[in-house]
């Protein structure tokens, strides 16, 4: 188990290493601990068993008995099909976390509370752990498994028991949202510090209270939060993605986020810069790491500039400069001599 700062623990489960008659048994175990409320598990027979798991934890101290996250996120790959029951004898353990399946691959149907809803690529469902429940999954799938307390959920949307064992459609945008949201968990940065960690974990509160339908003042307060913070996230990496071939202007954002180009400058305002600027940046710290990098060393100053964007080298060198306080030369010459 790799730990962050401040709670946050991160790790791994694979099969593959495993004796395949000990697989079954292992990954079991492994829900148990990290998902909560145990399972019984009822594969369909001779069914292969591989899974890939990654667990996040905000907020958790594994070295306390009664340790609760304040949030989790498990990604799963597994080629295992069957069903996973929640039985009456295994609720005696006071856990009411809710859970948010998000699937990216395969399906499941649920059924909880006398309701049935099918969880289709794209889409998810909720669950609860205080209540019995059973998953069916017909086919291999690859999904993510989002573990909130129910308390905070409940302050924005009170009324997240009706949530229970409802669809929700692929098309529901918050979803997407909040998966893209999830590689936050992979940022050694954005987890450095324990103010940073409570963030998240609300920013996924505001998310999934989003996706089951929160109260008007909480989806306005949800809007200036977690939405923000999730979108901000998304458009930045589709500009990371593009910066070099790509087009990262309003309107291509636009597009590819399904927003409006006002409302991404109004985002970055919120950050008190424009969109412009932050490009601009962004482009002038990738040719400061090629600058440095041994592997870029038979490409000209130029050919750099051009790569990253830039179309105009007077500009590009107005700009390093005032950025970094030196010429792209001389940053070129300082990292060969530490070379």
Known sequence: MARGSGGFT????????????QRMAMWHEALDRHLGGRRTIAPLPEQPVQV???????GYVEERPDAHA???????AATVCGTVRRIPALLHDGDDDVLLHIHEAGRRTVSQLGREATAEPGGGVFVSNAEICTHFLPTPSRFAIVRVPIKPVMALAPRVEDAFARSLPPDAGVLRLLMKYLDVLDDARALSTLE????IATHIYDLCALAIGATRDAVELAKGRGLRAARMR???ADIARNLETGDVSAAALARSQRISPRYIQKLFEGEGTTLSRFVLNQRLARVHRMLADPLQADLTISAIAYRTGF????????????RFGATPSDVRARARRRQ
Do not use: W, Y
């Open 234 to 236: 998304t458009i930045k």
């Open 311 to 322: 179309g105009d080298l007077s500009t590009f060198n107005r700009e390093f400069r005032r």
């Open 10 to 21: 991160s790790s791994h489960f694979s099969t593959e290493p495993l004796p395949p008659a």
């Open 70 to 76: 304040d949030a989790s996120v498990v990604r799963m």
């Open 52 to 58: 890939e798991m990654k667990v996040c934890r905000l």
């Open 196 to 199: 940073l960690q409570r963030a």
